[in-house]
């Protein structure tokens, strides 16, 4: 029978608990989910870099031993990445209805591009569903705590950008 492979794509800077919940619930779905991370995307100031998210969500994945699920970079249209590895289904989040005018657009233009790809869009658990990448730094750059909202793995990350930031700016000092 032919095995179905799910591409899971995004900037995921950083990856959230809401990702991971998205994750979790399509790697149950599908025979494989390949978490897709975007090199480049000319609308978001890019905190981490695409080698670093990479490692991020590998370390998740690991943590979860989720045997199905992979994750790569790529860079220009999804949907060539997508005929490179043989996917046929893009699974976006959905987190409430500020998300849909966006995620219906894709979706179509997605389609149009190639009609025989599929978007299946999954709402995360309520309790992730006013999260964002954004929000997470925001809050962690001020000081807040963010350890409800992130993976340990990421919050080893944000540390230590913090300091490499607080050394940057030491060294300029003097
Ligand atoms: N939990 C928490 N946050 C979530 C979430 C969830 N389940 N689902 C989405 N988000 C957040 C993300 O954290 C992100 O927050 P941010 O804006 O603060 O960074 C935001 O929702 C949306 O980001 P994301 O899901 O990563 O999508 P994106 O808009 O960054 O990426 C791509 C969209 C990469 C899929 C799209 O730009 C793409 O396909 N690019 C390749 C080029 C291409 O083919 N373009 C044509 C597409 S039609």
Avoid at 29 to 34: A, C, E, M, P, Q
């Amino acid at each position: 029978m032919k095995k179905i492979i799910a591409v899971y794509p995004g900037t995921f800077d950083p990856v959230t608990k809401g990702h991971v919940d998205i994750i979790k619930r399509a790697s149950n779905i599908f025979d494989r989910l390949n978490i897709a991370i975007t090199e480049t995307n000319i609308n978001k100031n890019i905190l981490f870099s695409i080698e670093e998210r990479v490692r991020i969500i590998r370390e998740v994945v690991d943590e979860l031993q989720l045997s199905n699920v992979s994750v790569n970079s790529f860079s220009g249209l999804l949907i060539d990445y997508m005929h490179k590895i043989g996917a046929t289904v893009i699974v976006r989040g959905l987190r409430a209805v500020s998300d849909f005018e966006y995620e219906l657009q894709m979706a179509y233009m997605n389609r149009n591009l190639d009609p025989n790809i599929e978007t299946v869009s999954m709402m995360p658990y309520i309790e992730y569903s006013f999260l964002s990448s954004s929000i997470v730094k925001e809050i962690f750059f001020n000081g807040g705590d963010v350890t409800e909202f992130v993976p340990d793995a990421v919050l080893k990350y944000l540390l230590k950008k913090r300091e490499d930031n607080v050394a940057g700016k030491e060294n300029f000092k003097d």
